[in-house]
């Protein structure tokens, strides 16, 4: 599928489209009963050293994105939206051009989770989620 591109190259993300961020079910990072997200949900991985995974619902929906994951107890997938983000002064990059459905948040890394930047921004991304769909088996599943 191909996606438009500006005069520089960088992919167009739209206002409007919606990101996924996948939640382990395990971690009790979505408080079901208050429907609440911790901010755990958006701490970056080891290997987000370039900025923190969100995908793009428009290439691949909540099912086929918890699909992919190993946690055998399922994902929930938070929902959040690009103008959101964009309003929040959040920046948003599309990082890999074989795969459009991946993009990165880059002020928030795994070299700066613990830094008060890194936390308030985690914080702001949790107060943000529009909403949680789920859960749904991830391809461990049993």
Known sequence: MSVPHDEHGKQDVAAGEELCRRIPVSLDWYDTTHKEISRQAFRPRPE???????????????????QQGRSPDGYWVAILTVGDLQAAGIELQCDNPSDPSHVILPDLRADNKKTNEGLELMEKLARLV??????????QSG
């Open 48 to 66: 987000d050293t370039t900025g923190l995974s969100l995908y793009r619902r428009r290439f691949q929906s909540a099912e086929d994105l918890a």
């Open 130 to 139: 529009r909403r949680v769909d789920g859960p749904f088996p991830s391809g």
